[in-house]
C-alpha cells in the first residue's frame, strides 16, 4: 500500500531525527492531526494497488508494522470515496 493525499491532510512527517535512511528508508507522511473524543491523534491515509486488493479480494490480511518492541493504541478502517 502506499500513503496517499487526502483533502484533510494537514501536515507532514518526516523521519525521526537520527534516523538511518540507508538501514531502512522512511519517507514523508502526510497526515490529519485530529481528535476523536478527547484524545489526539494522527490519521494518515493509504490506497492499495490492483495487485493488493485483488489478494484481499481472496482472504488476504492486512498486516500493521511498527518500529520498535511494543505496539502503540492504534485503529485502521476504511473510508469510501466519492
Given at each position: 500500500?502506499?500513503?496517499?493525499?487526502?483533502?484533510?491532510?494537514?501536515?507532514?512527517?518526516?523521519?525521526?531525527?537520527?534516523?538511518?535512511?540507508?538501514?531502512?528508508?522512511?519517507?514523508?507522511?502526510?497526515?490529519?492531526?485530529?481528535?476523536q473524543?478527547?484524545?489526539?491523534?494522527?490519521?494518515?491515509?493509504?490506497?492499495?494497488?490492483?495487485?493488493?486488493l485483488?489478494?484481499?479480494?481472496?482472504?488476504?490480511?492486512?498486516?500493521?508494522?511498527?518500529?520498535?518492541r511494543?505496539?502503540?493504541?492504534?485503529?485502521?478502517?476504511?473510508?469510501?470515496?466519492?
Amino acid at each position: 500500500m502506499r500513503p496517499t493525499q487526502h483533502s484533510s491532510n494537514n501536515r507532514v512527517l518526516g523521519a525521526p531525527p537520527g534516523w538511518d535512511q540507508g538501514e531502512l528508508p522512511c519517507g514523508a507522511l502526510a497526515i490529519t492531526d485530529a481528535v476523536q473524543g478527547d484524545v489526539p491523534c494522527v490519521i494518515s491515509f493509504w490506497r492499495p494497488d490492483a495487485d493488493e486488493l485483488a489478494a484481499l479480494n481472496a482472504g488476504g490480511l492486512v498486516y500493521l508494522s511498527v518500529v520498535g518492541r511494543t505496539m502503540p493504541p492504534m485503529g485502521l478502517g476504511v473510508e469510501t470515496t466519492s
